[in-house]
């Protein structure tokens, strides 16, 4: 994982080959959590709409996932979507990118989130960290398979 230099973080594979890592940075002008997640379907169910539609005819196990509540999201391709979420109690907001692989056969890994949580003050930052991690990450993994990756500018 990259990370401006003072922020701190964990990460974790699962017995799946998922891998998820979280990284933060306190100071009086900043707090901030961000979290990188490569799982499954499910985990990218609530931020899809024609997905939670369509899950139980699909196959998948289990009910059919929810919508988050209060999210807005914007569909970048039907695989891409740049999502946001109010402010929670804390004052955080939150902002992400997910990409749902399981429509586009032989791009792995399957699901890909990017999310960052951002104080008032700081919540512009969000467009450009999460346009970084597209492009470090996300956008060279699509390149890849074949898939053809949403422009950058997209991300912002």
């Known amino acids: 994982m990259f990370a401006p230099t003072g922020w701190t973080g964990s990460g974790m594979v699962g017995a799946d080959g998922s891998r998820s890592a979280q990284l933060s940075y306190q100071n009086e002008a900043m707090s901030a959590v961000s979290y990188t997640s490569y799982g499954s379907v499910a985990n ?30 914007t569909a970048l391709t039907s695989d891409f979507v740049r999502y946001s979420l109010p402010a929670s109690t804390a004052g955080l907001f939150t902002d992400g990118i997910i990409f749902n692989g399981v429509a586009s056969k032989g791009c792995t890994p399957t699901v ?31 390149k890849t398979c074949n898939y053809k990756a949403p422009d950058p500018s997209t991300v912002r």
Do not use: C
């Open 44 to 73: 990218a169910a609530p931020y899809f709409p024609s997905l939670r539609k369509s899950w139980n005819s699909a196959g998948y196990p289990g009910p059919e996932p929810s919508a988050i509540p209060g999210l807005r999201e």
């Open 112 to 142: 890909v989130q990017f999310e960052i949580m951002l104080t008032a003050a700081d919540h512009d930052l969000a467009g450009a960290i999460l346009n970084r991690a597209y492009v470090a990450v996300l956008q060279p993994m699509l």
